[in-house]
């Protein structure tokens, strides 16, 4: 599949470069695609991505439908649509093999949320006199306290970071910035860590500005953060399937029930679209109307 590989090749410098596309982001259109050629592998479809026709698509699809779930399915047919329309843009194809191809209709998936008392547990199960302890506390803080995707938070600089406004500069995806609001404790957490562990340790040279840092003097990794949270989670018996974005679930939820308007939410999150913040508002139904009984004048 010589040709697909080629044609991927330079879709991802069009990710990359026209999109702006982060790495993270672009690897895992990379890895949809991927899922149509291992397809034409296993059956032997000898075809390139100028010729292969919307039937042999379907028949991709269908096959695709019996091993992943609709959520998966709809996310790799928005990535070959994305592929092709590519294809067309840049005068490789002439017409566009996805127009009749349906995407599974899906339910909204609501995220799962922590009480801020199991974010409290969370937390306060961290063992401070550990190597890592007081990082991994500062780090978590961070994440709830300013709502951050972990991408964004083993990003994160201490040039970032403007304690005397308040505020951190969060770069997010597609290189897009924003400034996000930190709470006093949020900024005293910090900088204990910085004062008492980070200033002490060894720093490998292109990580002095990364904040949090591992035993290496490096940035961490994002699989470092989900095993910190993990490890947390069955050491209080909590038994729910978190991740690090769950603390930025809760950030929001936590937000709207206390009252914060849904666009000030959207802001501090980074999100595009106020459509992909209003999941929230599906969370606490008897929080909305609370809202309206106080702040409605017929009520």
């Known amino acids: 599949m010589q040709s697909w590989k080629s044609f991927l090749k330079n879709y991802a410098h069009y990710l990359r470069i026209e999109r702006g ?8 259109y990379l890895f ?3 899922k149509i050629t291992n397809y034409l592998e296993e059956f032997s479809i000898v075809v390139s991505p100028m010729e292969i026709s919307e039937d042999e698509i379907k028949n991709f699809v269908y096959h695709l439908s019996k091993k992943v779930s609709a959520r998966t399915q ?11 329309q590519y294809l067309m843009v840049e005068d490789y194809r002439k017409d566009f093999p ?10 909204r998936k609501l995220p799962d949320t922590l009480s801020l008392e199991e974010i409290n547990q969370l937390i306060a199960a961290i063992d401070l006199s550990k190597e890592g302890g007081e990082r991994n506390k500062a780090m978590l803080e961070t994440l709830y306290g300013c709502g951050l995707r972990v991408s964004e938070l083993v990003e994160l600089k201490i040039s970032d970071l403007f304690f005397e406004e308040g505020f951190i500069k969060v770069t997010g995806k597609g290189n897009k910035q924003r400034f996000v609001p930190m709470s006093d404790y949020t900024i005293k957490v910090i900088l204990g860590y910085q004062s008492q562990v980070r200033v002490h340790q060894p720093i490998q040279k292109g990580f002095e500005d990364i904040l949090f840092l591992n035993r290496r003097g490096k940035k961490l990794t994002r699989a470092m953060v989900f095993t910190v949270i993990k490890q947390l ?19 929001a939820t936590h937000l709207l029930e206390n009252g914060a308007d849904l666009r000030a939410i959207q802001m501090m999150l980074g999100h595009e679209s106020i459509t992909t913040t209003e999941v929230y508002v599906h969370l606490d139904r008897s929080h909305l109307n609370k809202v309206m009984l106080q702040f409605h004048p017929r009520a």
């Not at 596309?21 to 895992?28: H, I, V």
């Not at 709809?74 to 092709?84: D, H, P, Q, T």
């Not at 996805?98 to 339910?107: D, V, Y």
């Open 74 to 84: 709809a996310r790799v047919i928005s990535g070959l649509k994305s592929f092709f």
């Open 32 to 34: 949809d695609l991927q």
């Open 21 to 28: 596309m982060s790495e993270n982001t672009m690897q895992s």
């Open 233 to 251: 989670a069955e050491k209080i018996g909590l038994h729910k399937n978190i991740s690090p974005h769950t603390f930025r679930h809760s950030f």
């Open 98 to 107: 996805m127009e009749l191809i349906e995407t599974p209709k899906l339910g």
